[in-house]
């Protein structure tokens, strides 16, 4: 008598579980999804080209051109950029998305004032949804927390 498929459920920052076939032959090859709240940061330097729209949707590209940073990810909106990603998790988001992952961000929020950044400037809050090779979303959550 056959039995069905074990199952082993892992769940993801609280957010979102995965649910695994242990049958699978590579567990790797699978996607998977973490989410993580974050913010756009730089829109002082962006308000006059775009709005933030609660529940927008934007994407993200890594930056490989830019001076300041060299893991920086941009947000895009339209292929535009309208800011990036924080520094403190840049390089594993970039990392991420070199690695073939992809990154979408949802306004959360209305723009505000930095309080962590001495310089101030605005930015906006967001919600990161990290879409990828199972076992990347993992080591992504590992750097990430």
Same mark, same amino acid.
């Given at each position: 008598?056959?039995?069905?498929?074990?199952?082993?459920?892992?769940?993801?920052?609280?957010?979102?579980?995965?649910?695994? *076939?242990?049958? /699978?032959?590579?567990?790797?090859?699978?996607?998977?999804?973490?989410?993580?709240? /974050?913010?756009?940061?730089?829109?002082?330097?962006?308000?006059?080209?775009?709005?933030?729209?609660?529940?927008?949707?934007?994407?993200?590209?890594?930056?490989?051109?830019?001076?300041?940073?060299?893991?920086?990810?941009?947000?895009?909106?339209?292929?535009?950029?309208?800011?990036?990603?924080?520094?403190?998790?840049?390089?594993?988001?970039?990392?991420?998305?070199?690695? $073939? $992952? /992809?990154?979408?961000?949802?306004?959360?929020?209305?723009?505000?004032?930095? /309080?962590?950044?001495?310089? $101030?400037?605005?930015?906006?809050?967001?919600?990161?949804?990290? *879409?990828?090779?199972? *076992?990347?979303?993992?080591?992504?959550?590992?750097?990430?927390?």
């Amino acid at each position: 008598m056959r039995t069905p498929c074990a199952r082993a459920l892992i769940e993801i920052r609280g957010v979102a579980s995965i649910r695994i *076939n242990r049958a /699978s032959a590579i567990a790797s090859n699978m996607e998977s999804e973490l989410t993580l709240d /974050s913010c756009i940061r730089g829109h002082h330097v962006y308000k006059n080209v775009w709005t933030p729209i609660m529940g927008e949707q934007l994407s993200c590209k890594r930056e490989t051109g830019n001076n300041k940073d060299r893991y920086a990810v941009a947000v895009l909106q339209d292929r535009n950029t309208v800011g990036h990603l924080p520094r403190k998790i840049s390089a594993a988001c970039s990392l991420f998305l070199q690695r $073939g $992952g /992809s990154i979408r961000c949802i306004v959360t929020g209305e723009r505000c004032y930095s /309080s962590d950044l001495p310089q $101030g400037g605005l930015e906006v809050p967001c919600m990161l949804r990290f *879409n990828g090779q199972l *076992n990347d979303v993992l080591k992504l959550k590992k750097l990430l927390t």
